[in-house]
């Protein structure tokens, strides 16, 4: 496969990486910034979705309605969102409007009104979300589980907590906004239809001028209770799970992947055979590779009627246990395929590609090709994964359901 | 990009959209079988049988069926809708022709009664998983008020009596009549050979018997009622409003996508100015949904108790004020703009095309470019979406809520 990845560092230490593709008429783009949810103080969970509302209600010369209007009209489709680590704050357009798009982006970053009048709309919207997940407990589920397996404060909700919500003012927003927004530690990620000389001397003239510092290291905490159980009187009980498992930057990350993958990858996988296909216990049911720089885990998801709860659980426990058992050669193959396939058809999407070379570029410090990529999946073997199983079994499970019935752990 | 079809002699329709440069490609079969055309007896058939395709053969289990899409890195699935039942995968070119001989021998299932008893537990789980996504429970219960006797309001999933009840022998005589091939389409998008694609189509499907199978088409502007339940587990309030549509076939479709965007999409809408920027809900949205012979658009909020009725006295006035005034220029060129942008966005992927080429031929019974579609778009005027709104009488709805139960 050719492919090139373009990248220019600022004099400031700002990053811009670029991944060209053919045959397409748009382009995506992303700005990391180190403003997730882990980086704010203690006692202000959910600021940075305020920040992150806040700043599109007003910048450099446009206020919010005028900024909307100017949005809309490139079409732009827009894709913000608050991570652990970082804020992300990007969109997916037709590629003849990114430049108007980046300059009203940088007002967006470098020069937000952060109004007063717009202060209490931002905060209340953060905090009707947060109120409407009250009714999504499988989305509800997944969070609350995050919060537990990942020690603090990495596993911080990107919801928000809301005493924390309601006790935020203007002025403290405010100032953890002019401190967070810092553009010389952002990664700044575009792909799709662009000329990248044009994009750098744009970014360049807007951010090359701002000054920052690099942050110090988290201090990451211990982890939460082992299993909680949060009562709600619906069809199901919601199951979710997580376990300790390689992290993106250890050697063993393909290894790691595989073995998802053989869990979970597709509809012969063990999980969903086991679980759904024979046993008829659960319509939705399927685990995810996740990480941080400093930790990672496998997750796992299962909505199933109150009667089937506990017998769910037991079966899902007993593939993770299991699977060191022993996997066969056609297995590993269609882990495998599965994979590379994934990674193929991924890299057709502007956005999808915009996210993994910002993602790369933070973990390891330069974005992997995708043949790297796809020689390192080829590289794995069943006594490789096995292996790996072996030395690190599937332990310190943390567990979160939320229905109208409680579990057993042994 | 080059459209290539031929139609068998038993009436099986094949499309191609063939993109030399991608690295993927595409293939669905479409299926005229949905809720609409079940009687209540048999409720959640069409569905059910969505499920049973693959549990496989004669010559397949269903192990080796998930297993002989995996080892060729298939992404796969299927959809059942009031209409539609679509199976689909996205796949690298070299295994084209493999994925694309699985479905159509899929096509033909054994529907083992053993199978047929497990599955059985899965769609009641799938029943229960929608109770407890009170959107999906909110639009099946609109839906159904909506259209009244019409089947269009016809729950897709069906009740978990109706899927009690079922038999192995009632979803039999289903099958051998809606998945006739005269009844079927088989599109394909991205990097293929079309003369492979079309060979292998004509051996494995060639001999599929054609039926007589129909569908009564009546066009139906709803029941305009009102309904709420109360659920104990809810904290917020769920509103779902559903208004007279066009079709899919009519040439006010676009007008009405339009109209759609400008008052209710994401970003920069009425409701989002109204609602979602002044945090009073923190949904607020509006769809066009076109059908086969018949439409609506539906809307969806979700906000606390307290602002509920404050949320339909906003949604109201904006309902009095596109009555009155109709939309603006600016507005219209906006959601222009979106619409191209997201077309641009979805042909990225064979995949994001697939669906576009079978429906147009499905609903439409010819083939439209993406260059058709958007000097459509581009066409679309202010006195067109202001004539849809007078014709459709926005101010005029059903309306279904679920919400926790009043406190004293």
Redesign the interface.
């Known amino acids: 496969m050719e492919q090139r990845i373009d990248k220019h560092v600022l004099a400031n230490g700002m990053v811009l990486l670029g991944e060209p593709m053919a045959g397409v008429q748009s382009v995506a783009f992303d700005i990391m910034l180190s403003a997730g949810a882990a980086w704010m103080p203690p006692g202000a969970c959910g600021v940075a979705n305020v920040i992150s509302d806040w700043i599109f209600r007003g910048a450099g010369p446009r206020d919010n309605r005028a900024l909307g209007d100017a949005l809309d009209g490139l079409g732009l489709h827009r894709s913000s969102s608050v991570g652990s680590s970082h804020l992300y704050i990007g969109a997916a357009l037709e590629s003849s409007n990114l430049a108007q798009a980046l300059g009203l982006y940088s007002d967006i970053i470098l020069n937000p009104q952060l109004s007063d009048e717009q202060f209490e709309p931002a905060r209340q919207l953060v905090i009707e979300e947060l109120c409407g997940l009250e009714d999504e407990p499988r989305h509800k589920v997944m969070l609350e589980l995050r919060k537990r397996f990942y020690p603090d404060p990495l596993g911080r909700s990107t919801a928000g907590e809301l005493a924390d919500l309601q006790a935020l003012t203007v002025a403290r927003t405010r100032e953890l906004a002019k401190s967070h927004l810092d553009v010389s530690q952002a990664i700044f990620s575009v792909a799709g239809k662009y000329d990248f000389d044009a994009v750098c001397r744009q970014i360049e003239g807007v951010f090359g001028p701002q000054q920052g510092e690099p942050l110090n290291a988290l201090d990451v905490g211990s982890r939460g209770p082992r299993y909680t159980h949060i009562p709600h009187e619906g069809a199901q009980v919601h199951i979710g799970l997580m376990t300790p498992t390689a992290r993106f930057i250890d050697k063993d990350y393909y290894d790691a992947r595989a073995a998802v993958s053989v869990l979970s990858g597709g509809m012969s996988s063990r999980l969903f055979t086991e679980v759904r296909e024979k046993r008829g216990l659960c319509y939705a049911i399927g685990a995810k590779y996740h990480s941080f720089k400093q930790a990672a885990g496998i997750s796992c998801y299962a909505g199933t009627t109150p009667d089937k709860a506990q017998e769910t659980l037991d079966v899902i426990l007993g593939e993770f246990h299991r699977l060191a058992e022993g996997i066969s050669e056609q297995e590993m193959e269609r882990a495998k395929v599965g994979l590379k396939s994934a990674l193929i058809m991924q890299s057709e999407s502007s956005s999808s590609r915009v996210d993994s070379i910002g993602s790369d570029y933070y973990m390891l410090g330069r974005v992997r090709t995708l043949d790297e990529i796809k020689e390192n999946i080829e590289a794995r073997t069943v006594d490789s994964v096995l292996g790996f199983l072996r030395s690190n079994p599937f332990r310190d499970f943390t567990v979160v359901t939320i229905g109208p019935r409680e579990v057993r752990l042994d | 990009m080059q459209f290539q079809r031929q139609t068998l002699s038993n009436g099986l329709v094949l499309i191609g959209e063939v993109n030399p ?4 490609a595409a293939i669905g079969f479409f299926v005229r079988a949905g809720a609409r055309d079940e009687t209540s007896q048999i409720n959640g058939v069409s569905h059910f049988l969505e499920h049973m395709l ?1 549990k496989g053969t004669e010559r397949l289990s ?2 080796e069926v ?2 002989a ?8 699935n299927a959809f059942t809708s009031e209409e539609q039942t679509v199976f689909h995968a ?3 070119p070299e295994y084209l022709i493999d994925i694309t001989e699985l479905w159509a021998e899929l096509m033909r299932p054994a529907l083992r009664d053993e199978d047929f008893n ?9 029943i ?2 929608c ?4 959107a999906s429970d909110l639009m099946d219960r609109c839906r159904s008020l909506h259209f009244g006797e019409h089947p269009c309001g016809h729950s897709v999933l069906g009740t978990i009596e109706t899927i009690d009840a079922l038999t192995a022998r009632q979803m039999r005589e289903y099958f051998s009549n809606r998945y006739a091939p005269n009844n079927m389409v088989v599109a394909c998008t991205g990097s293929f050979d079309w003369d492979q694609l079309a060979a292998t189509l004509e051996v494995t499907c060639g001999r599929w018997p054609a039926q007589a199978v129909g569908r009564p088409l009546t066009d139906f502007p709803g029941t305009k009622q009102k309904a709420r339940a109360d659920k ?5 309030e ?1 509103i779902c409003l559903i208004h007279t549509g066009v079709s899919a076939q009519d040439p006010r479709r676009f007008a009405a996508a339009m109209l759609s965007l400008i008052v209710g999409n ?3 809408s009425r409701f989002y ?1 109204d609602l ?4 009073l ?3 607020a949205s509006m769809q066009f949904g076109p059908m086969d012979g018949t439409g609506m658009f539906y809307n969806y909020f ?3 108790t307290d602002n509920a009725d404050r949320v339909m006295d906003i949604v109201n006035g904006i309902f009095r004020d596109l009555a009155d005034h109709g939309v603006t220029d ?1 507005e219209l ?2 959601a ?7 077309l ?2 979805k042909n ?4 994001g095309r697939l669906l576009d080429l079978g429906f147009h031929w499905m609903y439409l019974g010819e083939y439209r470019s993406i260059e058709q579609d958007v000097e459509s778009v581009k066409a679309v005027t202010v006195d067109q979406v202001n004539s849809l709104i007078r014709q459709i009488d926005l101010n005029s709805y059903t309306q279904y809520t679920l919400g926790p139960a009043a406190t004293a």
């Not at chain 2, 440069?21 to 993927?24: F, L, N, V």
């Not at chain 2, 899409?69 to 796969?76: E, K, P, V």
């Not at chain 2, 497990?118 to 799938?126: A, G, L, S, T, W």
């Not at chain 2, 222009?336 to 997201?342: D, E, F, P, R, Y």
Request: a negative charge; proline letters at 3%; aromatic letters at 8%.
């Open positions: 440069g991608a690295k993927s693959f269903s192990l998930n297993e899409f995996d080892s060729r890195g298939a992404q796969f996205a796949v690298l497990i599955e059985k537990d899965v769609i009641k789980e799938e229960a998983m109770q407890d996504t009170p104990a587990n809810l904290k917020r769920h994401d970003y920069g100015w979602i920027d002044k945090a809900a923190e949904e979700c906000c606390s600016e060129a906006k222009k703009n979106k619409v191209l942008s997201a641009v966005i990225e992927v064979p995949m």
